[in-house]
């Protein structure tokens, strides 16, 4: 079965810099969610979509933006990156918003 | 807001013990219950879940029940194996509101040893 894909698998940036990370989530699912997981942490929910639409929004820096396109893959793009961003960044996907969310492999993104 | 918590790891247990990962959970509304595992270098895997009180999850040998009067949702395995060493996360959703966030708990690191 076709699962969630997350690109890239591994990101190095440096300071100041900007990140896109990308996320496919699962056929005709119509949510997606994404979150952000420190060395060592539980996955703190950065935001998500329903439809296109931002439907709910968590501990996501101003620095840092996402948007759902049409055929319902997503994008968050980071920018002005600190060394405190580097974690592992998640995408989960669910049908209509409810229920089990499905993740993706995440991306590991580092910021020397 | 909605909370999960964990007992605390990291939880070593030999091959073939019982396991028990204590889980709890403060909402506002009627959650849906899940538990996830996380596998070394790995992303969330769904284990287990719970969508009303009284339900019981199972998958691979592992147990959780959902009980609205203690708003607990504990993990249990009676036999586990080396292959289970994870860090385990119990999660709420409250499927009230459309695309409602997961709320996590800090996550059960479990070890097994040979």
């Known amino acids: 079965a076709a699962g969630v894909i997350q690109s890239p698998r591994h990101l190095i940036k440096e300071k100041r810099e900007t990140a896109t990370l990308k996320c496919y989530p699962i056929p005709r699912h119509d949510t997606v969610y994404w979150y952000q997981q420190g060395p060592g942490q539980d996955p703190q929910f950065l935001i998500s979509f329903y439809e296109k639409m931002q439907s709910d929004k968590g501990s996501i820096p101003d620095r840092f933006s996402a948007q759902q396109f049409s055929d319902y893959h997503s994008e968050l793009n980071m920018s002005s990156l600190e060394l405190g961003d580097s974690a592992l960044y998640f995408c989960?996907?669910?049908?209509?918003?409810?229920?089990?969310?499905?993740f993706g492999p995440g991306t590991r993104l580092t910021v020397l | 807001g909605d909370s999960v918590t964990q007992m605390e790891g990291p939880v070593t247990l030999s091959e073939e013990a019982f396991l028990t990962i204590n889980c709890t959970y403060t909402a506002t509304g009627y959650p849906s219950l899940f538990w996830y595992v996380q596998y070394p270098g790995e992303g969330l895997q769904l284990l287990l879940k719970a969508t009303k009180a009284d339900d019981k999850g199972s998958n691979k040998g592992f147990e959780a029940t959902y009980r609205k009067e203690t708003t607990s949702f504990h993990l249990e395995k009676g036999s586990v194996q080396v292959s289970d060493s994870a860090v385990y996360f119990c999660a709420l959703s409250d499927p009230g509101d459309y695309g409602q966030n997961f709320v996590f708990g800090p996550g059960t690191r479990l070890s097994v040893l040979p």
């Open positions: 989960a996907s669910s049908s209509s918003g409810i229920g089990e969310q499905f």
